[in-house]
């Protein structure tokens, strides 16, 4: 198993086969990409920006 903390949750997914990193890979790819996820956070947080 691999766990990652993201302070108000856990993810856990099975290790193996890219583990975590596939997973996260494939949760950027689905939201449209890196870039289309930071536009999301700087319109949210311009703090972040």
Wanted: proline share 4%.
């Amino acid at each position: 198993m691999e766990i990652a903390d993201l302070g108000a949750a856990l993810v856990v997914v099975p290790a193996g086969r890219g583990g975590l990193r596939s997973v996260i890979r494939e949760s950027v790819e689905e939201a449209g990409g890196y870039s289309s996820l930071v536009s999301l956070v700087a319109a949210d947080e311009p703090d972040l920006a």
